[in-house]
């Protein structure tokens, strides 16, 4: 070969072309350099993995930079997973639900799957063990309801609904309760199937909760209004409405330890508090009046999506659909923080022994707060999808999320102070 000159030689193989350039002899400088690579079809060569070694693809640097702080994954569910919950005797099993029409149990420590619960016709979207660990309720769209017994693995109980929105465990009985779109409360004995139905206004029951006495239950409706039942009369003995109650959908409702209070949100951009005995509400929270930035009317307001109040201090946690964690002080009602996230918050989550509450969001990631001073203590991500729903073990150094991703990831919880 001529080294006086730059030769090419193309060499034709399996559609391939490659270039071989000959430099001069002299040293060249970064000028001749870079004129010699213009010359190089750096172009897509077709399967040639070999010649690929030692350079990153696209997709790898992309892998590189997606981070997963998650400790494990569980990748049974072919769908966007909708809901998670762990039994409340150990902490050591999770169900989850998700669009494939399926819950599964498994376990925390390494996602072995103890029951697959089939034979759903919509997606799952409720799934949760019962007081004692001992039965998982899964709930579908369609308002199809199984209760499944988990040492066993069998199905004990199933029944039929209108289109389910909630689905709820007594706190110390085997008794079921479900909301559903036709504005109708259900509660059942499982597995005998005893059933009582709290009927009210023709409009959805959007989001429902045992009291902890186990005696009265707080129901959410589409049009706004909140009604205390008693579980056992079968009567609302409180219904607040009207100014009173909410000027649009209830999306979530939470009680304190005792059940004396409840925490309800809305479409309409509020929270409120009601006293459980009185039926009275006794605090109302709004951000900017309940407009989201710029609106001109109500449709537009900032939508609440969960609420919570704090086990140990007298705060409640407010997420909005703008991104916004409002932390406000029970009794003077003043907002104390607000904690920015960079997308819309799905749910959140107070620890069950200390000022820290976490948010899951529809960016895919799992944030820790503490609502002693509104400052960010970790984030955890893992997940490209929206986070629909988390759950955290009760020493809180676990989270289990679930995500539209079809993954359900496992978090360990580190923190300075612990």
């Not at 923080?337 to 107070?350: D, F, N, S, Y």
Request: charge should be negative; glycine fraction near 10%; hydrophobic fraction near 35%.
């Amino acid at each position: 070969m001529d080294n006086t000159e730059e030769n090419a030689i193309e060499l034709h193989g399996d559609e391939e072309i490659i270039e071989v350039i000959d430099l001069n002899e002299t040293d060249p400088g970064p000028d001749d350099l870079a004129d010699n690579l213009e010359d190089v079809d750096f172009e897509d060569a077709g399967n040639a993995d070999d010649d690929n070694e030692g350079w990153e693809t696209e997709d790898e640097m992309e892998a590189e930079a997606e981070q997963d702080d998650s400790e494990f994954t569980f990748s049974k569910h072919t769908g966007s997973v909708f809901c998670v919950s762990l039994d409340p005797a150990t902490n050591s099993l999770a169900v989850t639900g998700g669009e494939d029409d399926k819950a599964y149990v498994w376990r925390v420590s390494d996602g072995e799957v103890l029951l697959e619960c089939t034979g759903h016709k919509d997606s799952v979207t409720c799934a949760l063990f019962s007081h004692d660990s001992s039965l998982v309720a899964s709930g579908d769209m369609s308002g199809m309801i199984k209760v499944w017994k988990v040492e066993t693995k069998e199905e004990i109980w199933s029944f039929e609904v209108g289109d389910l929105e909630w689905l709820e465990w007594h706190p110390c009985a085997p008794v079921l309760l479900a909301g559903t779109d036709d504005g109708n409360m259900w509660m059942w004995k499982i597995p005998a199937g005893d059933c009582k139905t709290f009927q009210s206004s023709a409009c959805q029951s959007t989001s429902g909760k045992a009291l902890p006495d186990g005696k009265r239950a707080v129901v959410g409706y589409e049009d706004g209004t909140v009604r205390v039942w008693d579980l056992k009369q079968g009567n609302a003995t409180h219904v607040i409405k009207g100014q009173d109650g909410h000027q649009g959908a209830l999306t979530c409702l939470a009680c304190n330890k005792d059940g004396s209070l409840v925490l309800t949100g809305s479409v309409d951009g509020c929270a409120k508090i009601i006293n459980t005995a009185t039926g009275k509400v006794v605090g109302a929270f709004s951000l900017d009046g309940g407009k989201a930035k710029g609106s001109k009317d109500e449709e537009d307001s900032n939508s609440v999506e969960s609420v919570g109040f704090c086990n140990i201090l007298p705060l409640i946690a407010v997420a909005y659909l703008d991104g916004t964690l409002a932390i406000y002080d029970l009794s003077s009602q003043v907002l104390r923080h607000r904690c920015q996230h960079e997308a819309g918050i799905v749910h959140l989550q107070w620890e069950e022994s200390s000022s820290v509450v976490s948010t899951c969001c529809l960016d895919g990631a799992l944030r820790l707060w503490d609502a002693r001073s509104g400052n960010m203590v970790s984030e955890y991500r893992g997940h490209t999808a929206e986070i629909l729903d988390f759950a955290i073990n009760r020493e809180a150094s676990l989270a289990i999320t679930a995500s539209g991703d079809n993954q359900v990831k496992v978090f360990c919880l580190q923190r300075p102070d612990r």
